[in-house]
């Protein structure tokens, strides 16, 4: 037996040999399917399935709301809401919250900014987490008068405490107070978020939305024989109630929604995902069927050599594992290029993961793909599927044949009859509607996220330096006056550091401005509008400048807005076409925080539109003056002069010489702040552009294969018609028309590629903005590869005289 299976190897392998270019093809198309596959699904399950690294996360669901019914939900709820959430729960046992935000730990000579979370004090222990030293909040640490403390994550007490065995019950100083750490978290323990501190979230008695202070991210876990109905029935009430009795604060239509707690940033893109997963089965099923018709066509050529060994007393199960041995090489080849190929992209997706968190100073990204052991086993597991489907049956068929026929035929192979020929006619159908419904989805993606991410940002980065994450400013500079005094010191500073650079401050980094309810004046709002919200951003006089927006009318802010004098605003186009069309909006009046009687601003200058991000909505952008709204935390803008090595550094020198207790918070260059804030839609567009390149290469190998394959089988055919007269144009223009009829079958899988692209419209309002264009390319490219494989092994059969043709099998 062993003899026997070493033998058929080393013919397996002799035979691989002899056709490598074959050999190498089938390869490389199972390289491309298998990688393709394994990649997306890496991506996927990180996204999307990956669950949250504490036990029984399954269990806890994140209560999410959409501000309006039309909006998605977002994890954002306000304080208040969550105060009613907690006060009015009865089947629900546990609600608890979190809230991100910067401290600073000034220790020695030096202030880190570290990432931080409020977070409600029974949290940890209804996630059944242990710390390593210490002990968890309790609910007297949240209490008003509560002495402050403090939770390590393991890395911050080995980076900033060099793994201070001692360090519970000391006092460290964080956001200019000493407090008491309590406990240092388990090594690789996040929760939701990759924290560095902890802080135990203070329930602040709230009597009304007006006094909310932090927003929040909310989480529900689920008892035992639970379900998210039952807790949706009981949250949803208490919402309507908030909306109805504050709808000045609040839209009417206003909903919760609960959705796993590991897909707290990424339920949104749950389209994509399935899409995506979509995708890859095609591509696999695709390769598949490519594989399965390149043996096939391999076997019929050695029909003969098969029938011969049949003669001869060689069982039919040997035949088959002859054959098995044969594509087993072929498949496993393709298989370890596959994987390297899908560990490349994996690496190539850890980079894009990375990068954002380096820039946004974020910590470990909750989605960082990782290849894991069970991932390998379904790319073996799929590589098997392939390698005997693609063997087994055809093998089968050619053994099945009578082997004195297959004798007699001179070796050129039998023909495999009409019933064959509807087999490969229906292969190549089943190709056309596949290849054609992924060009169409992935080109679309590609077209429309392209679209957005090309837009113009409309401001100047070149040199920018920001902060991140805003500066909050503390209780000595609780007025107005004592805030602008700062900027005056910390402007002059970085000048000094920095010779020729320009300072300038804002509450919002410019492409994601905040949110803010406000009313227009004479303005007509529908009952079910609800309340209005506009990106509002207080910046400083020389914002503008710094930033390179231009003044389109009226006037910028300057020194004669003070805060005795009349509140102005200055706002964007945008902003200015969609509120005032066909009229002047200067001296016009917007009211910031209605419900809370804010101030009127008047309109004093319009500037040219900066974008947000990709998809964003761009509403325009209301822009007060520091001087009138003394914001309490700001981003720092800096434009450097050219060539400026170490300007960051130059940056946070001056800030400390100013206040070592108002560090700016990760400095960046603004150019790197956007490219990682728009890097989750860009992203779409590699990985797409790849997925189009692969599906156009296995559609090409496999529709010219199976059209060959079928344009040989009729050789006969078209000698008989030689030899009655018929010319080469209309034998030629026969197999013409039936690419004509596979061309046809495109429309069908370009109609499905729609459907499938329309399922995106949620994530991508865009994708089928030019979807007519994107078809007409799809159908231009299977044109050229229907019509090259139908005409060109017709031109080779007709050259054939027709004698010859009549004796070719």
């Known amino acids: 037996m062993l003899t026997n299976l070493w033998f058929d190897l080393r013919y397996a392998l002799r035979l691989l040999r002899k056709t490598m270019t074959h050999s190498l093809l089938s390869a490389l198309v199972v390289a491309l399917s298998v990688g393709l596959a394994l990649f997306v699904f890496v991506m996927d399950y990180a996204i999307a399935f990956r669950p949250l690294p504490f036990s029984d996360s399954g269990n806890w669901l994140s209560v999410q709301i959409s501000p309006k019914a039309t909006e998605r939900a977002r994890p954002r709820l306000d304080s208040y809401t969550y105060q009613e959430l907690l006060n009015r729960r009865r089947a629900v046992n546990h609600i608890g919250a979190f809230a991100g935000r910067e401290a600073v730990l000034s220790e020695g000579e030096e202030s880190n900014t570290l990432r931080a979370a409020l977070i409600s004090p029974g949290l940890f222990t209804a996630m059944a987490v242990q710390p390593q030293l210490g002990r968890l909040f309790t609910a007297t640490d949240g209490q008003n008068g509560s002495a402050p403390v403090v939770i390590l994550s393991h890395e911050a007490w080995q980076k900033y405490f060099a793994a201070d065995a001692s360090i519970v019950g000391k006092q460290v100083r964080i956001d200019a107070q000493p407090m008491q750490v309590v406990a240092v978290m388990p090594k690789g323990f996040y929760a939701f978020q990759d924290f560095e501190v902890w802080f135990p979230l203070s329930p602040q008695p709230l009597a009304a939305p007006l006094d909310s202070a932090p927003v929040l991210s ?26 109805k009795r504050y709808s000045a604060n609040f839209d009417a239509t206003r909903q919760v929604a609960l959705f796993p707690a590991y897909r707290i940033y990424s339920h949104a893109n749950m389209p994509v995902i399935i899409v995506s997963g979509f995708i890859a089965i095609a591509v696999l099923l695709l390769g598949s069927v490519n594989i399965s018709m390149i043996f096939y066509a391999r076997l019929l050529e050695r029909s003969r050599e098969l029938a011969l060994r049949s003669a001869l007393g060689s069982s039919r199960a040997r035949l088959l594992r002859q054959c098995l041995l044969e594509s087993v090489v072929i498949i496993a080849l393709g298989l370890v290029v596959g994987i390297g190929l899908a560990m490349i992209g994996i690496q190539w997706g850890q980079s894009i993961r990375d990068f954002p968190s380096q820039v946004l100073a974020s910590g470990f990204p909750p989605d960082y793909p990782e290849m894991r052991v069970v991932d390998l086993f379904a790319a073996i597991l799929a590589a098997a599927v392939i390698w005997l489907a693609s063997t087994l049956i055809p093998a089968w068929r050619i053994s099945r044949q009578d082997a004195a026929k297959v004798i007699a035929s001179g070796g050129k192979g039998v023909s495999s009859g009409r019933g064959s020929s509807k087999s490969a006619m229906i292969l190549v159908g089943v190709q056309v509607i596949i290849s054609c419904m992924l060009l169409v989805i992935c080109a679309s993606l590609v077209v429309a996220v392209g679209d957005e991410a090309g837009k113009a940002k409309g401001v100047a980065t070149a040199g920018v330096h920001v902060s991140t994450e805003p500066t909050v400013f503390g209780s000595q500079y609780a007025d107005a006056a004592a805030r602008t005094n700062y900027w005056n010191e910390l402007s002059g500073a970085i000048g000094r550091r920095l010779p020729g650079s320009s300072a300038t401050f804002a509450t919002a980094v410019p492409t994601r401005p905040i949110e803010e309810a406000v009313a227009i004046e004479n303005r007509e709002v529908a009952a079910s509008e609800g309340a209005l919200t506009l990106p509002v951003t207080a910046v400083a006089d020389n914002y503008f400048e710094v930033l390179g927006i231009s003044l389109r009318a009226g006037r910028l802010f300057d020194s004669t807005d003070s805060a005795t004098a009349l509140n ?60 009138q709204a003394a914001p309490a935390a700001f981003h720092v803008i800096v434009k450097a002069p050219a060539a400026t090595a170490n300007a960051a550094a130059a940056i946070r020198e001056a800030a400390f010489t100013v206040d070592r207790d108002l ?31 692969i599906t156009v290469l296995l559609a090409a190998s496999g529709l010219f294969g199976l059209i060959s394959r079928s344009v040989a089988q009729r050789t006969q055919e078209i000698g008989v018609r030689r030899a009655l007269g018929s010319t080469t144009a209309r034998i030629t223009a026969i197999f013409v028309r039936q690419g004509a009829i596979y061309l046809a079958i495109a429309l069908i899988g370009g109609f499905l590629g729609v459907v499938m692209t329309n399922m995106l419209a949620s994530v991508i309002p865009n994708a089928l903005d030019r979807v007519a264009v994107v078809i007409v390319g799809v159908l231009v490219v299977m044109f050229v590869v229907i019509f090259s494989a139908s005409y060109f092994p017709t031109r080779r059969a007709v050259r054939l005289e027709p004698g010859e043709a009549l004796r070719y099998e």
């Open 663 to 693: 560090p700016l918070h990760n400095l960046q260059k603004l150019d790197d702040l956007l490219a990682a804030l728009d890097i989750g839609f860009a992203s779409i567009i590699p990985v797409f552009s790849v997925i189009v390149g």
């Open 218 to 243: 909310a989480f529900v876990r689920l008892e035992p024989g639970q379900d998210a109905d039952t807790v949706m029935n009981e949250l949803q009430p208490v919402v309507d109630e908030v909306n």
């Open 568 to 627: 102005v605003a200055v706002i964007d186009e945008h902003t200015a076409k969609r509120y005032w069309p066909d009229q002047d909006p200067l001296g016009k009046r917007i009211q910031i925080d209605p419900a809370g009687n804010g101030p009127w601003l008047t309109i004093v200058g319009v500037v040219s539109h900066v974008a947000g991000q990709p998809y964003s909505g761009d509403a325009g952008v209301i822009y007060r003056s520091t001087r």
